[in-house]
């Protein structure tokens, strides 16, 4: 009689276990990835330089190669799906994909209900001149001097608390042909797309003179609760930027190291 108490003790024991593995499994994200052996990659595919097709219609950009990076580092395939950036956070939230890659600002409302790896890219505002200005050094030269922005855009604010006047303009290609053909002194635009159009045409005669202290960063975005894979993204990230491998994608895409 003890021995069959026994018995069927050790299977109700068994199975509790192999039910609590269960429920820790359907819990751990990383732990499904990895049996699955694929990372879902969430990203837009028309977001140049950072997610694009090029010419031949691969997907690309600096985006796409950290992803990719990423689940190579984790032992996985990156499976990347496309969706139009209204739809992004959205698509995270249906779990059609792990992970979001598209350089996604973090901000304190985002991370009230998504989780962020660490920081990959930073990035601030910058102030863009003409070569040969040599009048422009900082962003309180800016009082009284013309510059070309969008009017209703965070740069149009920034240029006008310097006390410059504001060119309308419609975007930031507009805005360097204005400084090209010297009709403006100035215009304030992000870092990395200034960096980007620096590297399609470094024969363009306009430079950076300055950086303003406010910058932003952005991180690959998870649903809440991906903690294992936080970490283990976070690791990968870290061994990347460790071993030159992050250097090395970030000066193809912009000329210099944009982590920081």
């Not at 276990?17 to 694929?38: M, P, R, S, V």
């Not at 209204?86 to 992970?99: C, E, H, N, S, Y």
Request: hydrophobic residues 40%; contains cysteine.
């Amino acid at each position: 009689m003890k021995k069959w108490l026994l018995m069927i003790a050790l299977f109700i024991i068994g199975v509790l276990l192999t039910g609590c593995g269960q429920n820790e499994k359907e819990n751990d994200l990383f732990a499904q990835i990895k049996e699955k052996g694929e990372l879902k990659i969430g990203t837009e595919g028309t977001y140049p330089p950072f997610t694009f097709h090029d010419e031949t219609g691969e997907l690309t950009g600096f985006d796409v190669e950290i992803a990719k990076e990423v689940a190579k580092r984790l032992g996985v395939k990156p499976v990347f799906v496309e969706t139009q950036w209204d739809a992004m956070f959205a698509g995270l939230d249906a779990k059609r994909f792990d992970m979001i890659a598209n350089q996604v600002g973090i901000r304190p409302d985002r991370q009230e209900k998504y989780d962020f790896s660490d920081p990959y890219i930073t990035s601030a505002a910058v102030l863009v001149v003409h070569k040969e200005n040599q009048q422009l050094k900082s962003f309180d030269d800016l009082k009284g001097k013309k510059a070309a922005q969008s009017m209703t855009s965070n740069y149009a604010d920034l240029a006008r608390s310097y006390g410059a006047e504001v060119v309308g303009v419609e975007g930031f290609n507009q805005a360097i042909e204005l400084l090209n053909s010297k009709r403006v002194d100035a215009t304030i635009n992000d870092k990395l797309s200034v960096l980007d159009f620096l590297k399609q045409k470094p024969d363009a005669p306009i430079q950076i003179v300055a950086t303003h202290d406010d910058a932003s960063q952005s991180g690959l975005m998870f649903r809440k609760g991906s903690d294992t894979l936080v970490e283990a993204v976070n690791k990968a990230l870290k061994e990347m930027m460790e071993d030159g491998t992050y250097a090395k994608i970030s000066e193809k895409w912009f000329g210099e190291d944009v982590s920081k």
